[in-house]
């Protein structure tokens, strides 16, 4: 009895799971977000407004919209805007790993064991020989899907808790700062400081996936300690 009550609890899940993630795809590709950045100016007034409540605010409300699926990199332009860039991308870093967390979760705690019974090649993804822990969430991070499809694919994969952070948190790195730089150098009244932020913002673009490609190749080479 209790059994089958499980297997029912899980079922529901997934479909719930299904609900979620086309429900959200729908209502994040019908926000128009350039609007979004547009009304950057309304939102630093209303952050403004709440005090010292409003770096809370603000990464909360990042950690929830990533975990719908927001694109992370207009929240992460957003924070520039609003905070600068060294602020602005200590928040929108941190709540956007956060949102994808709970995305993680949801997806693990839903769908994990119906999915691996029914599709066992899945676990293919972090039981590679080449990809392994964290190193195959930093890959998941660098292909061009939603980060909310990759939230739920790793969920459902073997991914430990600590590798999802740490490949998160790294994986997360280059669009973000670069995004953050761009929102932080769009506030710049002078255009010399513009150019500056811009050109900062063009060279973490190409700097920073080549030092993590870099940082890859040392540790599958073995010359660096796992």
């Not at 350039?34 to 007034?45: D, G, T």
């Not at 719908?68 to 600068?84: D, K, Q």
């Not at 920073?208 to 796992?226: M, Y």
Request: aromatic content about 12%; some cysteine; proline content about 4%.
């Amino acid at each position: 009895m209790a059994e089958s009550k499980n297997k029912l609890s899980k079922k529901i899940a997934m479909v719930l799971l299904l609900i979620i993630v086309v429900g959200c795809s729908f209502l994040i590709y019908s926000v128009p977000l350039k609007e979004v950045l547009n009304q950057s100016h309304q939102i630093k007034l209303w952050l403004a407004g709440t005090g010292y409540a409003a770096p809370a605010i603000f990464m909360l409300v990042s950690a929830l919209l990533t975990a719908i699926g927001m694109p992370r990199l207009l929240l992460c332009t957003l924070a520039g805007v609003i905070f600068g860039f060294t602020w602005g991308f200590v928040l929108s870093h941190f709540g956007t790993v956060v949102g994808a967390y709970g995305a993680f979760i949801f997806a693990r705690w839903s769908g994990r064991e119906f999915v691996q019974k029914k599709f066992p090649k899945i676990i293919a993804l972090s039981q590679s020989t080449h990809a392994r822990g964290w190193r195959s969430v930093l890959f998941m991070r660098q292909l061009p899907i939603s980060g909310l499809y990759n939230d739920i694919l790793l969920g459902m994969s073997s991914v430990s808790h600590c590798d999802f952070w740490i490949g998160t948190v790294l994986g997360f790195l280059p669009l973000g700062v670069t995004a953050t730089l761009v929102g932080a150098g769009a506030i710049q009244a002078d255009v010399s400081h513009l150019a500056q932020y811009l050109a900062i913002a063009a060279c973490a673009f190409f700097l920073l996936p080549l030092s993590l490609k870099w940082i890859l190749a040392q540790r599958r080479s073995g010359k660096t300690p796992s």
